[in-house]
Protein backbone atom coordinates (compact mmCIF):
# COMPACT_ATOMS: atom_id res chain seq x y z
CA UNK A 1 0.00 0.00 0.00
CA UNK A 2 3.15 2.21 0.90
CA UNK A 3 4.34 1.86 -2.02
CA UNK A 4 1.52 2.78 -4.57
CA UNK A 5 1.12 6.28 -2.87
CA UNK A 6 4.48 7.47 -4.06
CA UNK A 7 3.11 6.87 -7.78
CA UNK A 8 0.05 8.74 -6.69
CA UNK A 9 0.59 12.71 -8.07
CA UNK A 10 -1.73 14.24 -5.65
CA UNK A 11 -0.30 16.36 -2.55
CA UNK A 12 -3.74 16.86 -1.65
CA UNK A 13 -3.51 13.20 -0.08
CA UNK A 14 -0.29 13.38 1.51
CA UNK A 15 0.77 14.66 4.83
CA UNK A 16 2.87 17.45 5.24
CA UNK A 17 6.28 16.89 5.86
CA UNK A 18 6.63 16.64 10.36
CA UNK A 19 9.84 17.65 12.19
CA UNK A 20 9.65 16.89 15.68
CA UNK A 21 10.11 19.81 18.11
CA UNK A 22 12.95 20.63 20.80
CA UNK A 23 11.32 21.41 24.19
CA UNK A 24 11.96 24.99 25.33
CA UNK A 25 13.44 24.30 28.10
CA UNK A 26 16.52 21.96 26.37
CA UNK A 27 17.52 24.68 24.24
CA UNK A 28 21.17 26.13 24.23
CA UNK A 29 23.10 25.82 27.79
CA UNK A 30 23.43 22.67 29.56
CA UNK A 31 21.32 19.70 29.83
CA UNK A 32 21.85 19.11 33.20
CA UNK A 33 21.42 22.50 34.23
CA UNK A 34 17.96 22.44 32.39
CA UNK A 35 17.07 18.95 33.69
CA UNK A 36 17.94 20.08 37.68
CA UNK A 37 15.38 22.85 37.14
CA UNK A 38 12.49 20.52 36.58
CA UNK A 39 11.86 16.65 35.24
CA UNK A 40 11.51 16.72 31.47
CA UNK A 41 9.31 14.15 29.84
CA UNK A 42 9.92 13.91 25.85
CA UNK A 43 7.54 11.45 23.42
CA UNK A 44 8.51 10.79 20.33
CA UNK A 45 8.08 11.11 17.01
CA UNK A 46 6.67 14.71 18.46
CA UNK A 47 9.77 15.53 20.26
CA UNK A 48 13.54 15.91 18.48
CA UNK A 49 15.70 12.57 19.76
CA UNK A 50 18.55 14.88 20.10
CA UNK A 51 18.67 15.85 23.06
CA UNK A 52 18.79 11.94 24.17
CA UNK A 53 22.04 12.00 22.21
CA UNK A 54 23.46 15.43 23.51
CA UNK A 55 22.80 14.54 26.86
CA UNK A 56 24.72 11.95 26.71
CA UNK A 57 27.71 13.50 24.68
CA UNK A 58 27.78 16.27 27.84
CA UNK A 59 27.88 13.34 30.18
CA UNK A 60 30.71 12.02 28.43
CA UNK A 61 32.47 15.72 28.49
CA UNK A 62 31.61 16.49 32.08
CA UNK A 63 34.15 15.92 34.23
CA UNK A 64 31.80 15.76 37.20
CA UNK A 65 30.19 12.19 35.92
CA UNK A 66 32.20 9.72 37.19
CA UNK A 67 29.94 6.49 35.18
CA UNK A 68 27.81 5.34 32.80
CA UNK A 69 25.39 2.18 33.01
CA UNK A 70 23.32 1.75 29.89
CA UNK A 71 21.57 -1.17 27.75
CA UNK A 72 21.04 -1.31 24.73
CA UNK A 73 18.68 -3.04 22.48
CA UNK A 74 18.31 -1.61 18.94
CA UNK A 75 20.58 1.60 18.07
CA UNK A 76 21.90 1.14 14.51
CA UNK A 77 25.11 0.93 13.34
CA UNK A 78 26.40 4.16 13.16
CA UNK A 79 24.71 4.67 16.71
CA UNK A 80 25.67 8.73 18.15
CA UNK A 81 24.50 6.86 21.71
CA UNK A 82 27.55 4.35 21.28
CA UNK A 83 29.69 6.94 19.95
CA UNK A 84 29.21 8.97 22.88
CA UNK A 85 29.70 5.76 25.09
CA UNK A 86 32.97 4.89 23.33
CA UNK A 87 34.11 8.58 23.98
CA UNK A 88 33.33 8.35 27.60
CA UNK A 89 35.50 5.12 28.04
CA UNK A 90 38.23 6.61 26.32
CA UNK A 91 38.28 9.43 29.15
CA UNK A 92 38.59 7.17 31.41
CA UNK A 93 34.98 6.86 32.74
CA UNK A 94 33.29 3.68 34.18
CA UNK A 95 31.33 2.77 30.99
CA UNK A 96 28.89 -0.68 31.68
CA UNK A 97 26.53 -1.51 28.75
CA UNK A 98 24.17 -4.30 28.50
CA UNK A 99 23.84 -5.72 25.22
CA UNK A 100 21.05 -7.84 23.78
CA UNK A 101 22.53 -9.50 21.48
CA UNK A 102 18.82 -11.34 20.13
CA UNK A 103 17.62 -7.67 18.88
CA UNK A 104 15.67 -8.46 16.08
CA UNK A 105 17.49 -7.85 12.88
CA UNK A 106 20.15 -5.91 14.67
CA UNK A 107 22.41 -8.75 15.84
CA UNK A 108 25.44 -8.29 13.72
CA UNK A 109 25.35 -4.60 14.15
CA UNK A 110 25.15 -5.19 18.61
CA UNK A 111 28.45 -7.71 18.01
CA UNK A 112 30.15 -5.20 16.18
CA UNK A 113 28.80 -1.80 18.52
CA UNK A 114 30.02 -4.25 21.45
CA UNK A 115 33.24 -5.08 20.04
CA UNK A 116 33.71 -1.09 19.28
CA UNK A 117 32.83 -0.50 23.16
CA UNK A 118 35.00 -2.88 24.50
CA UNK A 119 38.14 -2.29 22.90
CA UNK A 120 37.40 1.49 24.44
CA UNK A 121 37.68 0.04 27.74
CA UNK A 122 33.82 -0.34 28.41
CA UNK A 123 32.63 -3.19 30.26
CA UNK A 124 29.85 -5.15 28.15
CA UNK A 125 27.73 -7.75 29.58
CA UNK A 126 25.90 -10.06 26.71
CA UNK A 127 22.42 -9.55 28.29
CA UNK A 128 21.27 -12.93 30.32
CA UNK A 129 20.71 -16.49 29.27
CA UNK A 130 17.72 -17.68 28.50
CA UNK A 131 16.65 -13.72 28.71
CA UNK A 132 15.68 -11.46 26.39
CA UNK A 133 17.04 -8.12 27.67
CA UNK A 134 14.10 -5.91 26.52
CA UNK A 135 14.63 -2.74 28.73
CA UNK A 136 16.07 0.63 27.72
CA UNK A 137 17.88 2.46 30.67
CA UNK A 138 20.63 5.20 31.29
CA UNK A 139 22.06 6.37 34.46
CA UNK A 140 24.74 8.25 34.23
CA UNK A 141 26.71 9.01 38.13
CA UNK A 142 28.17 12.28 39.14
CA UNK A 143 26.94 14.29 42.24
CA UNK A 144 23.35 15.79 41.28
CA UNK A 145 23.56 14.64 37.55
CA UNK A 146 21.03 13.37 35.79
CA UNK A 147 19.00 10.16 35.50
CA UNK A 148 17.62 8.83 32.34
CA UNK A 149 14.99 6.23 31.26
CA UNK A 150 13.38 5.19 28.91
CA UNK A 151 10.81 3.10 27.69
CA UNK A 152 11.41 2.39 23.88
CA UNK A 153 14.42 2.80 21.78
CA UNK A 154 17.44 3.79 21.33
CA UNK A 155 17.73 4.18 18.04
CA UNK A 156 17.36 7.60 16.04
CA UNK A 157 15.10 6.41 13.04
CA UNK A 158 12.51 4.45 15.27
CA UNK A 159 11.98 6.95 17.73
CA UNK A 160 10.55 9.18 14.41
CA UNK A 161 8.29 6.43 13.29
CA UNK A 162 7.63 5.03 17.10
CA UNK A 163 4.80 6.78 19.17
CA UNK A 164 5.31 5.11 22.00
CA UNK A 165 8.92 6.27 22.82
CA UNK A 166 9.13 7.94 26.12
CA UNK A 167 12.44 9.29 27.53
CA UNK A 168 11.81 10.45 30.86
CA UNK A 169 14.79 12.78 32.47
CA UNK A 170 15.14 13.37 36.00
CA UNK A 171 18.04 15.03 38.62
CA UNK A 172 19.62 12.50 41.02
CA UNK A 173 18.42 14.22 43.90
CA UNK A 174 15.00 13.28 43.32
CA UNK A 175 13.48 11.33 46.04
CA UNK A 176 12.66 8.66 43.81
CA UNK A 177 15.61 8.49 41.38
CA UNK A 178 17.52 5.37 40.29
CA UNK A 179 20.82 7.46 40.72
CA UNK A 180 20.49 8.01 44.82
CA UNK A 181 23.44 7.04 46.07
CA UNK A 182 25.45 5.99 42.90
CA UNK A 183 28.07 8.77 42.66
Not at 37 to 60: C, G, M, V, Y
Not at 124 to 148: D, L
Not at 152 to 158: A, D, G, I
Request: hydrophobic share 40%; aromatic share 6%; proline share 5%.
Amino acid sequence: MMAVLGDVDRPELLYRPFAPSVPKALKGGSLFSAIAKSDILLHHPFQSFSPIEDLLREAARDPDVLAIKQTLYRTGSDSPIVSALVDAASQGKEVTVVIELRARFDEADNLQLASRLQEAGAIVIYGIMAYKTHARCCISCAEKKVSCATTRTWHRQLSLQNCQALHRLQPADRQHSPMRGCA
